[in-house]
C-alpha cells in the first residue's frame, strides 16, 4: 500500500486559508426589480475580484421577487446579477430575505414586505410582531403564523418554502455550476433568528434593554395553552418587563432577584427562546429538502446582542429570544438545531471590541463572540460571521481576524479553531477609497494567511458536498441539554496575522493614495 503523499509547505499553511465575502448594496437591485448602473457594479466587482476576495453575499428580497401577487415570482433581475458576478469570477452567498429593508441599524433603501402581504395585515395586524402596548411591527411576519393559513390558504412558513423552491428551479444552472455556494435562510428581522425587540422605528435607541414581542393574539393563545398545560392557567405574558430604553434595574422583570428568576419568569423565557427555536428549526427542515443533493451549504444568522451582555439579567439578550445567562448557555441549543440540517451558524460583531463600548452599556462583545464560537465548534458545525458596522481601520480588521482564527495560524496543517469564512460589510464608495482599500487589501491577503486565492474550497478543508438530508428532529431535552455552561475555548489576545504596519505603511499608504488619484485625474 501506497504512503500518502505528504503536505507541502504551502499546502500546510494554506489550510489556514478563511475566504472572505463582500456584502453588496442592500439596493443592488431596485424596489423596482431592476439592476441599475450594472457596469459601475462590474467595475466594483472586477475590484473586488484583482484584490484577492472570495465571492459576495446579496439579499434576495422577498418584497422585491414576490410583489405581484402570491407564487407571482420574477427573478430576471437577481438572475442577470448572479449571471455578472460569475462573469467576474466570484462566488454568491444567497440570503433568503423575508423581511422588510428599513428600520433598523444600516438601512439605507425601503424595501417593504410585498403588498399582498400588508393587505392581509390591514384586516388582521396580529400577522405582525406586537409589543405589550400594541405596536406593529412589520418588519417580519410573527412566528405565531407560522402554521396558519391566512395567506391565500397558504401559511407563512409554506410562503417561505415555495419561494426557495421557485429559487432553486430558477437559479438552478448556477446551483449546478457551483456559483451559488451558500442559501442564509432569513429568519427574522434582520435576517437574523431573533424576535424584533429593539427597533429604531419605535424609537428604540442603543443601549435599551428592548422589549418583549409576543403580545399578538396568535401566541398570546399559545402562550395559555402552553401555560395551562403546564397547571398553571393563571400565568400571562410580562406586563413588568419596562420600555425599548430602559435599563434591566428599572425594571421588576430583569431587576436583581426579578421575575426572571422566579418559576413564573423561567417557564416564560423557556417558552419564548423555544418558540424562536422551533420556529428556526421548522423552516431550514424545508430549506434543507429544497436544496437536498446539491453542492450547497445552509446557514442561518444569529444576532450580536453585545450590550448588557456583563450585566446580571443579560436584558437585551433575553428580549431578542436569546435565553443567555451566567448559568445557562442561550446559544449553543442554536447550533445544535443548526446541526441537524447541517447548517452554518453566521454571527455578527466580529469586529467589535469592549474598550470600545460606553461603560455604562456593560458590552461584552469580545466575550459573547467568544461564547457563541465555542458553542458552534463544540456542536461540530462550521462557524462563519460579519461585522456589524462597516470599519475601514486596522483594530477593526484585526479583531476579525483574531476570530477568524482564535488560535493564529498553524504552520503544520489545519488550526484548531477556524471559522468557515467571513463576510465583510459592505461595498461601498468608501470601502474603494483608494486608501481605505488598500489596507482591506492587506486584510484579505492575512485572511487568506498570506495566500493568494484559492479556487478550490478542498484545499483549505471546507469542501462543498452535496447537501444531505436532515437527521431526525432533536428531542426538547436534548436542546436543553445544550443550555449547560462550558467553558469557551482559549482565544489569543491578539492575531498573529496582522494588518497593522503602523508608521512606515501608513506613509507609503498614502503615497500609494495620491499617486492613484493624480493618475485617475490625469485619465478623465
Excluded at 166 to 193: K, Q, T, Y
Excluded at 345 to 358: A, G, H, P, V, W
Excluded at 370 to 381: A, D, H, K
Amino acid at each position: 500500500m501506497q504512503a500518502p503523499t505528504p503536505f507541502s509547505e504551502n499546502e500546510k499553511i494554506l489550510a489556514n486559508y478563511v475566504p472572505l465575502y463582500v456584502m453588496l448594496p442592500l439596493g443592488v437591485v431596485t424596489i423596482d426589480n431592476a439592476l441599475e448602473n450594472r457596469d459601475r457594479l462590474e467595475k466594483q466587482l472586477k475590484e473586488l475580484k484583482v484584490a484577492g476576495v472570495d465571492g459576495v453575499m446579496v439579499d434576495i428580497w422577498w418584497g422585491i421577487v414576490e410583489s405581484k401577487g402570491p407564487k407571482q415570482y420574477d427573478w430576471n433581475a437577481y438572475r442577470s446579477m448572479f449571471k455578472l458576478v460569475q462573469q467576474c469570477g466570484l462566488k454568491i452567498q444567497a440570503i433568503m430575505s423575508f423581511h422588510q429593508c428599513g428600520g433598523n441599524v444600516g438601512d439605507a433603501v425601503n424595501i417593504p414586505l410585498p403588498q399582498w402581504v400588508l393587505d392581509v395585515g390591514e384586516s388582521d395586524p396580529d400577522i405582525f410582531y406586537t409589543n405589550r402596548t400594541g405596536n406593529r411591527n412589520k418588519e417580519y411576519l410573527t412566528i405565531g403564523v407560522d402554521n396558519q393559513s391566512l395567506f391565500g390558504g397558504r401559511t407563512a412558513v409554506q410562503i417561505y418554502s415555495d419561494y426557495m423552491q421557485s429559487f432553486r428551479d430558477n437559479m438552478s444552472d448556477l446551483l449546478e455550476a457551483g456559483v451559488v455556494i451558500d442559501i442564509e435562510v432569513g429568519l427574522g428581522p434582520a435576517g437574523e433568528l431573533r424576535y424584533p425587540s429593539y427597533p429604531e422605528s419605535q424609537g428604540w435607541v442603543f443601549p435599551g434593554i428592548g422589549e418583549f414581542q409576543c403580545y399578538d393574539k396568535y401566541l398570546k393563545a399559545e402562550f395559555l395553552e402552553a401555560a395551562t398545560g403546564a397547571g398553571h392557567p393563571e400565568w400571562e405574558l410580562p406586563d413588568n418587563a419596562g420600555a425599548y430604553n430602559g435599563t434591566p434595574e428599572s425594571t421588576e422583570f430583569f431587576g436583581s432577584n426579578g421575575t426572571h428568576l422566579t418559576e413564573k419568569g423561567t417557564f416564560f423565557l423557556t417558552w419564548y427562546s423555544n418558540k424562536l427555536l422551533g420556529h428556526g428549526d421548522q423552516i431550514l427542515e424545508e430549506a434543507n429538502k429544497i436544496f437536498l443533493g446539491y453542492k450547497v451549504k445552509l446557514a442561518a444568522k444569529v444576532s450580536g446582542i453585545h450590550w448588557w451582555y456583563k450585566s446580571d439579567s443579560h436584558a437585551a439578550e433575553l428580549t431578542a429570544g436569546y435565553y443567555n445567562l451566567q448559568d445557562r448557555d442561550g446559544y449553543r441549543p442554536i447550533a445544535r438545531i443548526l446541526s441537524r440540517h447541517y447548517a452554518i451558524l453566521n454571527f455578527t460583531c466580529l469586529e467589535m471590541r469592549d474598550s470600545e463600548q460606553i461603560a455604562s452599556a456593560k458590552s461584552g462583545p469580545q466575550e459573547l463572540v467568544q461564547q457563541v464560537l465555542s458553542g458552534g465548534w463544540r456542536e461540530n458545525i462550521e462557524v462563519a460571521g460579519e461585522n456589524a458596522r462597516a470599519r475601514y481601520d486596522r483594530a477593526g480588521y484585526n479583531q476579525i481576524l483574531l476570530n477568524a482564527r482564535p488560535n493564529g495560524v498553524n504552520k503544520d496543517g489545519p488550526p484548531k479553531l477556524k471559522m468557515s469564512g467571513v463576510t465583510y460589510l459592505r461595498l461601498s464608495d468608501d470601502l474603494l477609497e483608494a486608501k481605505n482599500f488598500s489596507i482591506f487589501k492587506i486584510f484579505v491577503k492575512k485572511m487568506h494567511a498570506d495566500q493568494d486565492y484559492c479556487p478550490d474550497p478542498n484545499r483549505y478543508n471546507s469542501p462543498i458536498v452535496p447537501l444531505e438530508k436532515s437527521k431526525p428532529k432533536i428531542p426538547i431535552q436534548d436542546l436543553l441539554e445544550a443550555t449547560k455552561p462550558l467553558v469557551p475555548f482559549p482565544f489569543d489576545k491578539q492575531t498573529d496575522m496582522s494588518v497593522d504596519g503602523g508608521g512606515l505603511s501608513d506613509l507609503l499608504g498614502g503615497l500609494i493614495s495620491r499617486i492613484t488619484s493624480i493618475f485617475k485625474r490625469n485619465h478623465i
